[in-house]
């Protein structure tokens, strides 16, 4: 691996910026739109009449009812997701810690994107960055082997994104190249056969007990000395919560953990050492 210092220009330095705010839609101004008609079920007939009523009076006046829009980035870690990203890359370049980019769950590439513009903009030729998925969205719960996730409905929730839609958005970026490479399938099936040596930075994002579980028993191994681990859900899903704890205790993992803002957490690899 070519070794060099990691220096960004101002010119760079602002692209990152906008980059991340163009991820994560911070860019935008809030948008609002009327609240649509719905009339789908008793009650949501009932309250829609209600609106149109209130409507009726205040459309004299130029007024109307309306409802903030959802963002519709490629990512929803936020700034600070990406910042901690993009920290964690950096270090790893400046201390020529060996290995790939790895981000298991990633919606619709937002993460992975940036870790790929991050490579480019730093002059690394040499990493590649992986983005695991089953692009369908998460599993039912397997409550035989995980019985932590008994009841969780996240499967139920409409985080399915397709694959030719992730690669799509690369694209809009130009990021897709072949150091980009996407692995399909449940991480039960893709994780203990993923063709991954060496990794920097992991980051996992599947919310369960179970994925995080698997990715961390499957992929821990490789991570090298001085390298990341992020868990986007560490403190928002305590089945989450609960995997990366059981993890660590029985690999007798005891480098720090670091909270981060909103949801996530992170250590690096070795900094236990570090400490004695």
Known sequence: MASFS???DSISYLYLELLKKSLTRAIDNEHYR???QNDSTLFRKLRSSGYRLVEGALNPLGLALVQQTARTGETMIGIGGLNNIQECVEDVLENEVPGDLVETGVWRG???IF???LLKVCGDLDRHVW???SFEGLPRPNEAEFPQDKGD????HSLGVSLEEVKENFRKYEMLDDRVHFVQ???RDTIPTAPIVRIAVLRLDGDMYESTMQVLDGLYSRVQPGG???VDDYVAVKQCTEAVHDFRSKAGVTDPLHELPGNGAYWRKGDSAAVR
């Open 34 to 36: 009327r609240i649509p």
């Open 185 to 187: 399938g449940w991480f």
């Open 6 to 8: 990691v220096s960004i």
């Open 228 to 230: 990341y681990v992020i």
């Open 131 to 133: 983005a695991f998925d």
């Open 115 to 117: 870790m790929r513009a």
């Open 110 to 112: 937002g993460a992975v």
């Open 153 to 156: 409905n996240l499967w139920s």
